[in-house]
């Protein structure tokens, strides 16, 4: 079936009034059209334009995801048939940067089960995303936890918020995780 411009942009902002704001395309707003995800632990896609916002999925690292929007720092992105948030500092746009190097990338989703692994000594659970943050707990290798957030970079290290039922949450450093198989 063949639209006019104008019937088009009609039917744009019905669909518009469905998903609560028309979203002009990317290009239209000087946004890149596409971004692509840069980070080794990938992005997570937050139901808002902000970390406190309860994250839906987490792309991976070389992930493409198309620009509907941006606010504050923050990308509207479609992705999974929905629209969410990521936050910029995890991706780039696609058409100026070569694609990433994704050859170690590990994605963990919320509520993804993770063991410990050190070389030595202990993990350090700690109360906040950073190595100068107080230590909650200092745990052996094989401790079991699941991923509750993240990732997010601090002091140029990724890390995840996590939980157990014996050591309550905090947050690890991303490269100690390895997941474990999804039951």
Do not use: K
Not at 72 to 77: A, F, H, I, P, S
Not at 104 to 121: E, L
Not at 170 to 182: D, Y
């Amino acid at each position: 079936m063949r639209r006019s411009f104008w019937g088009l942009l009609v039917l744009m902002a019905a669909l518009a009034g469905l998903t609560g704001r028309m979203a002009l395309p990317a290009h239209a707003a000087g946004l890149p059209d596409v971004l692509v995800v840069t980070m080794q632990y990938g992005a997570a896609l937050h139901q808002a334009p902000s970390s406190d916002s309860p994250i839906a999925v987490t792309a991976s690292c070389g992930e493409y995801l198309s620009v509907v929007g941006a606010q504050d720092g923050w990308y509207r992105v479609y992705s999974g048939a929905i629209y969410l948030w990521v936050g910029g500092a995890r991706v780039a746009d696609a058409s100026l940067v070569a694609s990433p190097d994704c050859s170690n990338a590990v994605t963990y989703q919320v509520d993804d089960w993770v063991s410990t692994s050190v070389p030595s000594g202990c993990l350090s659970q700690r109360s906040s995303p950073s190595r100068s943050a107080s230590y909650t707990h200092c745990v052996e290798n094989g401790t079991i936890y699941q991923i509750a957030s993240g990732p997010i970079a601090s002091g140029g290290e990724d890390w995840f918020e996590v939980w157990s039922a014996d050591n309550g949450g905090g947050w690890m450093l991303a490269q100690f995780l390895i997941g474990l198989p999804h039951s």
